[in-house]
């Protein structure tokens, strides 16, 4: 009965909300619009099919106090268009870009330095990758 109720509500919300973003942005919640908002900075360099991005665990955002399920690479594209990969990834040393969290912001840095990239990959791998 719960669900046949629950269905009627969303499906009414639904009905007057039937643009694909509104709709996109309820039904997925964060880790939709948190994906959308890093796409969107690539987007508007007009870069966003040319980059790769390293994308940190969910576990690192939950040590961060950010509540994000990072998408795994394939439903990120789906969201966003945008390429990502995760650390356990032996072409993440490709990244050109990548993501981490500073004073309670989602930051994107780009790559200067392999070396450095390689460290962050190394700390992102021993937070562990989960789905």
Known sequence: MKTVLSYGRDFQNQQNHLDRETRMRRRFGNDYTFSKD????????GIKDKVLVLMPPTTYFTKMGIKYHVPEPAVFYYYTGLKTIWANSRE??????????????????????KKDLQDTIVAFQKMGISL
């Open 92 to 113: 993440a040393i490709n990244a050109g870009w990548y993501v981490r969290v500073s004073a309670g912001k989602i930051i994107i840095d780009s790559v200067a330095d």
């Open 38 to 45: 890093i796409a969107t900075s690539f987007d508007r360099k």
